[in-house]
């Protein structure tokens, strides 16, 4: 069964900072990862799209990676703001579901 | 930009009560899942819905869960008789035909159920 982590669980850091989020998959058959951001209560907006064949993918201040052979990817944030304060979520696409990770949940202080 | 729409966005319901979640998919869209998310846990998938049949279902979705398309539009997940731990927010989410595998999920943003 395909089992996602993300680390680290909670990150705090200062407006402008640029930071990383990391998300692990047991599995490497994925067709493709999906990064999600949540704010409290509510649901979830798409960020980025990775397909299996690629390497990253940009939008904007968000950079996102993927090594699908060491089942690992990344979420990089440039100039960090306070409205970047989320839950991210990475989801891995296999067969017709996704699994998802835990979330770190970031927080930017002004 | 197209979205997904859940209604309502928050329900209380007694334990032992039926209650019914609304989902209005992407007009072109004919894959349709339901995930729900547990307060501080996972979000897990519970079912995928294709030509009017489930097509895969987790082990979450027993005999108490239920999902239909009654009308075209709206696509439905019932709940028979809730339970204390079926509370937890329970997203919609559809894909377009034939990008099953090149296209992630559109979400809606979500429906808030207490069992209480």
């Known amino acids: 069964k395909q089992e996602v982590t993300q680390i680290p669980a909670a990150l705090s850091v200062p407006e402008g900072e640029n930071l990383v989020l990391n998300c692990s998959f047991t599995?490497?058959?994925?067709?493709?990862l999906q990064w999600f951001r949540q704010d409290p209560g509510k649901g979830l907006t798409s960020l980025l799209l990775i397909q299996s064949s690629q390497r990253e993918q940009t939008s904007g201040r968000l950079n996102a990676s993927l090594d699908k052979s060491s089942g690992r990817s990344t979420l990089y944030i440039a100039a960090s703001q306070p409205g970047d304060s989320a839950t991210y979520l990475c989801?891995?696409?296999?067969?017709?579901?996704?699994?998802f990770g835990t979330g770190t949940s970031l927080t930017v202080i002004p | 930009e197209p979205e997904v729409t859940q209604t309502p966005s928050h329900q209380v319901t007694q334990m032992g009560q039926e209650v019914i979640l609304r989902c209005v998919p992407i007009s072109n869209h004919l894959y349709f899942y339901w995930y729900r998310q547990i307060l501080g846990q996972k979000v897990e998938f519970l079912v995928s819905f294709y030509n009017n049949e489930i097509s895969e279902k987790s082990e979450i979705f027993d005999d108490q869960f239920s999902v239909e398309r009654p009308d075209g539009s709206n696509f439905t997940l019932k709940i028979r008789s809730t339970k204390l731990e079926d509370s937890a927010m329970y997203f919609c989410?559809?894909?377009?035909?034939?990008?099953?595998?090149?296209?992630?999920?559109?979400f809606g943003s979500g429906t808030r159920l207490t069992v209480v």
């Open positions: 989801a891995v696409r296999i067969g017709n579901q996704f699994y």
């Open positions: 599995d490497s058959a994925i067709y493709n």
């Open positions: 989410a559809s894909i377009a035909p034939g990008t099953e595998s090149h296209y992630g999920y559109t």
